[in-house]
């Protein structure tokens, strides 16, 4: 029975090791790839601990008593048991303690030169990513969507405008919270493109739960085309339903928290709208990025996000399709 | 003197003893209270309400987790709920419980007749209850604090969490750790100064040992969490700066105030329950204790190392890796100790000739999840395996396995153990079989989950999760586990009402144990001992001779006690308990009054500064019958002071 | 183990002892220990606070020494009719407890006039900035020790000079409470060098 118990959860543990998405056991990245080891390690060597420790009391529990067993000399060997098991006890400790501590030194220095530094900028309850550039006309914002190049080292600077937060995409690295009042960093890097996914790991009021991130990694090159493209203004128009968006968009409260670059829009209470077309998906990966979500939540974020920052917004059905419409197509 | 002569003065002396420590009677006597048994079981049985409604809390939130995106709570009621559920457990449940199994063995046990500062024993209590009633009149009209146990700061402070939500988080703080820190302070006294001759310090019971390394944490740690609080509560009330970056406050100052505290609060729940553990392990293998001297160095060891552990629950903040490396170390060395009790514990197992009855299954199950939970806490303790898995369900196991583990479990099986002394019937034995495996395999059911669905990425402190992650069926696991506690809690519940009415009768030491408590009769009399022991050896009653020396002269007409001196005992003066009186509670009530009120305005200190200093004067002034000896008394005995 | 041991008889010990062979001590030397813990959190965070910025004290004047000083000096001296009292109740000379009391109380009365010059002469509010918070906390806190060890003198005072103030016990709570004056003045030099000198000297 005890066999069977054990292989379940050997079965089990190693499962966790196949489930993939925002997984620390599944890395994508050589600081994630580092820290699996170690994890694998502390438990290899804490399982058979255990094991041992759990052998030694059944055995304790389930032998036939002899009377010897009071006497002094099997004190004495009883004694000696303890301290050499006290002895492996601290000897395994430091070796856990020094594989950590130099597991955490290569945590801290990327592994490669010119390293693309971004901005993560934790609100209650979105992202902000900033690329930042020589020309601040050239700056990129792209809210809870963070496009990283593949195999080049990144740097996160992770700043919080409100309340404590913390930015942690599993498969390529530990967590680093987001203090107001103090900057801290975090390198990172992805070895392939592909996409992962990140959360809030630091309980930040009503709707931490929904404030993740998607983390999209592409070959250098298709990079820099998408920093080159989010750099453009705002798409205009394309219809005239969507024309017609635009204006309710630019006549209601909208614009009072919302960025979009190359119009009238430009408050940064909220996330910034510009290429919102263009993203996987909306409210922090709280819902998909299709028409019926965006009407949604613009009709009634609360319904989603209750607690959230952003209101009701009580508009004719026409002009929230036409709203729609012109958010869509923001590419 | 003959027999019957000798019979006559016993029981002449018995009904003056019943008379003077009689327990007030009536609707008032209830709160003039101030004997240890009465105030201990209050504790206890108070403590275990909250720990039902903890656990109700914890029941609804595995409801809302059991499918992804759940409708049965929304954020905000969530967000009180887990909230509350920590700060019940920890400050309402689980230092309460301990300081109270404390509060009633430990006079039993080293043989006297009260807690030092009986009155400060029943104000605590009043205290500690109002603190509890304040929090749940909040939840209940949903001003429950909503920013977690932890209650980090800038969420909690003034500009992100307006209302009076938090300002009942940082109250209850300074409710309950006044209490807790009056108990600690009784208990280092009464176990320094009131053991009975020939106790000396290493024939202390390890359970005493323990209760007053708890105690010393107390008095260590609390203080840096009334500190956090108190400038928590002036942030928000006025206008202070700790913590506001923006004026040169610093939201960490909160953290490493919060968790100075907060580290050694957990070893403060955990080390009276190893205290619990040696004295089943003793009594149940009808055995000395094995390595003696180990244990009790492991119990101070404990103490001492874990204050040098709190910024562990800081790793993620961005601090210099060289500093976090030092708690790396700390927080391995701290396994030290604990891996020593373990390996003595086991030993103890192997030789002794173990009974399985109830009390030792619990132990034996607290060993298995303890160990495995402190080994996740040895995982922890990594930084750079600590970045990956705080903040995720593989904390929230982790700590349930050592807390659960290592505190509930040894609880509950002390609870099987003393419930015979205490109310003088054993619990159902059966029962009490059945009511440990539904625990024991609930509880793995429900928290090991947790550990696999912590590594798959899923944060704590989240009332709902998407339904694409993979983790809905681990949430599922661990809620239908959460059924099987449930029914062990009612199952102990049960059996607790059902003996105390019907359970089968004790006797004074119905497990044939060795501690001071079982020498008396079950329950104990209300003066504890007819004659004051005088104890012969480590095992106070295995190594007592056929007829046991006593302690005379203490008189039996006034609540005298014997105060000896710290390290061995010697009778040093006789000291008179007061006897009982409403001050207490009416300090209490003023001391709440104080505390709410200051919530809503800093004006309470003018408002209650009168009724406090007039509360305190008519508790410290001298009552009649509490009489002792005068400067006339003095002069009359020459010499008398030389004594 | 089976020898015949003998009873301890106690019945002619007496009804209260000084020091820690009491337990009146031991518990007045908790609560010291309690009390000092606070002072050294609060202290602890005034000197994490100036680690936190690059000028102390932040926009605001240094606090003026006047005041500050005098009542240091009041409180050193204060020291003097605690120790005269202490020893008198150690003596159980009833005639010396009372005069010491009194006059001690006359120095805790000026303590307590001073302080508030003290906080008139901080040179900023507790909600200017977090300088002002720590150090007003830091005053605040010891401004209630000084107010509660001057009430709880002036209890014990007054009920020296009634019948009660016959009884022996009474001595001991004179000479703890004299330990805790003590406490109170010892608290203070640490924190007045931190209020009054850290700005000038960090």
Redesign the interface.
């Known amino acids: 029975m005890i066999i069977r118990s054990l292989t379940l959860l050997v079965l089990a543990v190693v499962a966790i090791g196949c489930s993939g998405l925002q997984a620390p056991l599944n890395p994508a990245g050589p600081s994630a790839r580092s820290i699996a080891w170690l994890t694998w390690t502390f438990f290899t060597i804490c399982g058979v601990v255990y094991a041992v420790t759990l052998s030694a009391l059944i055995w304790a529990v389930m032998r036939r008593r002899r009377d010897e067993d009071d006497s002094p000399r099997t004190s004495r060997r009883l004694g000696t048991v303890v301290g050499a098991a006290t002895a492996v006890t601290v000897m395994t400790l430091v070796v856990l303690t020094i594989s950590s501590i130099v597991a955490g030194r290569g945590l801290t220095t990327p592994s490669g030169a010119g390293a693309v530094v971004i901005d993560a900028i934790g609100h209650q309850w979105w992202w902000e990513f900033n690329y930042q550039d020589v020309a601040p006309s050239d700056w990129v914002n792209s809210p809870n969507e963070l496009h990283l190049p593949a195999g080049v080292p990144v740097v996160i600077r992770a700043l919080s405008r409100d309340v404590i937060h913390s930015f942690w995409v599993p498969n390529l690295q530990g967590k680093r919270d987001l203090i107001p009042g103090i900057l801290t960093y975090l390198w990172l890097q992805a070895d392939q493109p592909g996409e992962y996914r990140g959360q809030c790991a630091e309980f930040c009021g009503p709707q931490h739960a929904h404030m993740a991130f998607r983390v999209v990694v592409q070959p250098v090159g298709e990079f820099q085309e998408w920093l080159r493209q989010q750099r453009q203004s705002a798409a205009s128009p394309a219809s005239a339903e969507a024309q017609h968006g635009q204006d309710v968009f630019m006549q209601s409260t909208c614009r009072t928290c919302h960025t979009i670059r190359g119009t009238e829009a430009g408050s940064r209470v909220g996330p910034e709208l510009t290429h919102v077309g263009s993203r996987r998906s909306i409210a922090a990966e709280a819902l998909p990025n299709d028409r019926t979500s965006l009407t949604t939540w613009i009709r009634n974020a609360q319904l989603v996000k209750p607690g959230s920052r952003m209101p009701p917004n009580p508009l004719s059905e026409t002009d929230l399709k036409a709203v729609v419409a012109y958010i869509q197509g923001l590419r | 003197m003959s027999a019957a002569a000798a019979r006559d003065e016993a029981e002449r002396e018995r009904r003056a003893l019943e008379r003077t420590w009689a327990v007030p009677g009536g609707f008032l006597g209830w709160f003039k209270v101030s004997d240890h048994r009465t105030i201990g079981k209050r504790y206890i049985v108070t403590a275990f309400v909250f720990f039902i409604l903890a656990g109700i809390q914890a029941a609804l939130m595995r409801l809302q987790l059991a499918i992804p995106e759940n409708t049965v709570l ?3 009621r969530y ?1 009180q709920l887990f909230t509350v559920h920590g700060m019940t457990m920890m400050f309402l449940f689980a230092v309460p419980v301990m300081e109270a199994m404390g509060i009633y063995l430990v006079p039993l046990m080293i043989g006297t007749r009260n807690i ?2 009986p009155r400060l024993n029943s104000y605590s209590y009043y205290v500690y209850l109002f603190g509890g009633i304040m929090l749940y009149a909040a939840l209940f009209t949903n001003t429950g604090p ?3 146990w932890f209650s ?1 700061v ?2 909690a402070g003034p ?2 969490s307006p209302g009076k939500r938090v300002d009942m988080f940082a109250q209850l703080i300074t409710f309950t750790e006044v209490a807790a ?1 009056a108990v ?2 009784e208990l ?2 009464t176990i ?3 053991r009975a ?1 020939g106790m000396s310090l290493n024939r202390m019971p390890l359970f005493v040992w323990a209760m007053l390394a708890t105690a010393f944490m107390v ?2 740690a ?3 969490v ?2 956090s609080s ?2 928590l509560l ?2 928000r009330l ?5 913590y ?10 909160w953290q ?2 919060f968790w100075f505290f907060g580290h050694p609060e957990v070893y403060i729940i955990f080390v009276p329950a190893l205290g619990i553990v040696s004295s089943i392990i003793v009594t149940f293998t009808q ?1 000395p204790a ?2 003696y001297t ?1 244990l009790v160095l492991a119990l101070i060891a404990t103490g001492f190392v874990s204050f040098s552990l709190w910024v562990h629950h800081m790793f ?3 601090l210099p ?1 060289l500093g ?2 030092f708690f ?2 700390a927080s ?2 701290i ?2 100790p604990s ?2 009790q ?3 514990w ?2 103890a ?6 009974r ?1 009855q109830t009390p030792l299954l619990f132990v ?1 199950g607290f ?2 999840i303890f ?2 939970g402190g ?2 806490g ?2 922890l ?12 369900y593989y904390v929230v196991a982790h700590f349930h396995y050592v807390l659960i583990g290592g505190a509930v479990f040894p609880l509950i099986g002390g609870i099987y153990y003393w419930f015979p002394k205490m109310t003088g019937r054993l619990l159902n034995e059966p029962l009490g079989r059945w009511n440990f495996w539904t625990l024991f395999v609930g509880f793995n059911i429900t928290f090991f989950p947790m550990h ?1 669905v912590g ?3 899923m ?8 339904a ?3 983790w809905t069926t681990s949430n599922l696991i661990s809620t239908f586990g959460a059924l099987f506690l449930v029914a062990g809690g009612v199952m102990l519940i049960a059996n607790v009402i059902r003996s105390a009415r019907s359970g089968a009768l004790a006797g004074d030491n119905p497990w044939g144990a060795d501690t001071l408590e079982w020498s008396t009769s079950s329950p104990p009399p209300v003066y504890n001992f007819l004659e004051l022991p ?1 104890v ?2 480590r095992h106070a009653l295995w ?12 008189r039996s007409d006034k609540r ?1 006690v ?2 000896t ?2 390290m061995d005992a010697e ?6 308990m007061p006897i009982p009186t409403i001050w207490p509670f009416i300090s209490a009530v003023v001391t709440a009054g104080f505390f709410v009120t200051s919530i809503f305005t800093p004006w309470a200190l003018v408002y209650w500064a009168v009724p406090i ?1 007039v509360a305190l ?1 008519g508790w ?3 009552k009649q019958g509490e ?8 002069q009359a005995i020459p010499a ?2 030389a ?1 | 183990m089976n020898r015949p041991a003998a009873n301890v008889d106690v019945a002619a010990l007496p009804d209260h002892a000084f020091g820690h062979h009491g337990m009146i001590w031991w518990g007045t030397v908790s609560f010291m220990v309690i009390e000092g813990t606070m002072f050294i959190t609060v202290l602890v965070t005034y000197y994490y606070l100036r680690l936190r910025v690059p000028f102390w004290p932040p926009s605001v004047a240094d606090p003026s020494l006047t005041w500050g000083t005098v009542n240091t000096l009041i409180l050193l001296v204060s020291c003097i009719p605690n120790h005269l009292a202490k020893k008198a109740a150690e003596d159980y000379d009833l005639g010396r407890v009372r005069l010491w009391l009194v006059v001690a109380m006359a120095f805790g009365l000026a303590f307590l006039v001073v302080r508030a010059f003290e906080f008139a002469s901080l040179a900023v509010w507790w909600d200017t900035n977090a300088y002002g918070s720590v150090v007003w906390t830091l005053m605040g806190l010891h401004t209630t020790h000084l107010a509660t060890d001057f009430l709880d003198t002036g209890v014990l005072t007054v009920l020296m000079f009634t019948r009660h103030g016959r009884e022996l016990r009474r001595f001991v709570d004179i000479s703890e409470n004299g330990l805790y004056w003590y406490f109170v003045v010892a608290s203070w030099i640490p924190i007045y060098l931190t209020v009054y000198f850290a700005p000038r000297w960090l």
């Open positions: 929304g954020p905000d967000n030092a500062f909503d920013t977690g980090y800038p969420l500009d992100f820190l600690a302070v280092v006294v320094f100064k009131l001759p008095i260590f609390m203080p840096a009334v500190s108190t400038f002036l942030d006025v206008g202070t700066h700790f506001n970056p923006a004026e040169g406050g610093d939201a960490l100052l490493h105030l055995r094995f390595g180990a993620a903040t961005g890796l976090l490396s790396t170390a391995m060395i396994a030290i891996g020593v373990i390996f003595c086991i030993a197992l192997w030789r002794g000739r173990p399985f034996v060993i298995v160990v495995l080994l996740s040895v995982t303790a990594s930084v750079p395996l600590d970045l990956q898995v705080h903040d995720t696999i590594l798959q990425g944060p704590r402190r989240v009332y709902t999760y998407p694409n992650m993979g005088v012969e050896g190594e007592r001779s056929a007829d046991p020396p006593v302690v005379t002269g203490v005298e014997l105060v001196d710290v009778p040093v003066h006789l000291s008179d200093f004067t410290f002034w001298p009489e002792g000896d005068t400067l006339e008394d003095k008398e002071s004594a």
